[in-house]
């Protein structure tokens, strides 16, 4: 699955979708005000920002990755109103307080300095703005299997070696009160999987199972013994803890 499907794939999936039409709900962005996306991957979630602000409004798209770019200028090139940028998050290429909503969805997690792109939300917010913040924390995640050490390696080699800010979901409250935020709204959810056919896809346990075998992490024996029980046991449970935070400027 390519990086554009696989962000296409998480989005429609029933927690994608709860989550996003619940963070769209608390943004509530209104026809006529600018509304940017920071991550915005291949525009997989601009159409709600679009509907709600019109042809009157502006939606701002920014992602570091040019295929993504590129995906979400076709999708919405078509509209005078759009405006897609290859940009930073920790150095937005947007003017300071110009946007009244941003929504940043599981990227800070990837980024090297968090609390800078958090400064930068600060920058381009306009006073009275809103964002919302959202992401995992994969220091939850809990995989269930009869050999436990395997499980907790594979689950410490995520949090440790595959995930650059694993605790991330957990610390976006902290962060965005230091970035001068003042933090409205704070939810978890337990995301739970409970067959292997629908974890897969979003986890990709066997992708990077293979990657800590190779690293030198994970026993291969055994790891591989563990993802065939995985992928045939009829108790399949995986889970972990998602977080989203609504904040004012």
């Known amino acids: 699955m390519s990086d554009i499907a696989y962000l296409d794939h ?27 996306d920071i991550g915005c991957g291949p525009g997989t979630d ?24 590129a995906e979400a ?51 381009v917010l306009r006073p009275g703005g809103r ?26 080699y995520v949090y440790e070696h595959v995930v650059r800010n694993a ?13 001068g935020l003042t933090v409205r709204v704070v939810s978890s959810d337990a995301i739970t999987f409970v067959d292997h056919g629908s974890a897969e896809p979003i986890l990709r346990v066997a992708a990077v199972a293979h990657r ?4 030198g992490a994970l026993e291969p024996t055994a790891t591989e013994a563990w993802l065939d029980r995985l992928a045939h046991t009829p108790t399949f449970l995986a889970s972990f803890t998602f977080y989203t935070v609504i904040a004012d400027g």
């Open 10 to 36: 998480a989005a429609a999936t029933e927690h994608g979708q709860r989550y996003k039409a619940r963070l769209l709900e608390q943004l509530a962005p209104a026809a006529g005000e600018t509304v940017l």
């Open 46 to 69: 601009l159409a709600g920002f679009v509907d709600a602000v019109g042809p009157t409004g502006r939606v701002i798209g920014v992602d570091q990755d040019q295929a993504m770019v």
């Open 212 to 215: 800590g075998i190779a690293d």
């Open 73 to 123: 200028a076709h999708r919405f090139g078509q509209l005078s109103y759009v405006d897609i940028r290859a940009g930073d998050a920790h150095a937005l290429p947007v003017e300071a307080a110009s946007v009244d909503r941003i929504r940043i969805d599981r990227v800070l997690q990837h980024l090297a300095e968090p609390a800078r792109a958090l400064s930068e939300i600060r920058r």
């Open 131 to 156: 964002v919302a913040l959202a992401d995992p924390d994969w220091d939850s995640l809990a995989i269930d299997d009869p050999d436990l050490d395997t499980s907790r390696a594979y689950t410490r």
């Open 167 to 179: 605790a991330m979901g957990r610390q976006l409250a902290r962060l965005a009160h230091h970035a």
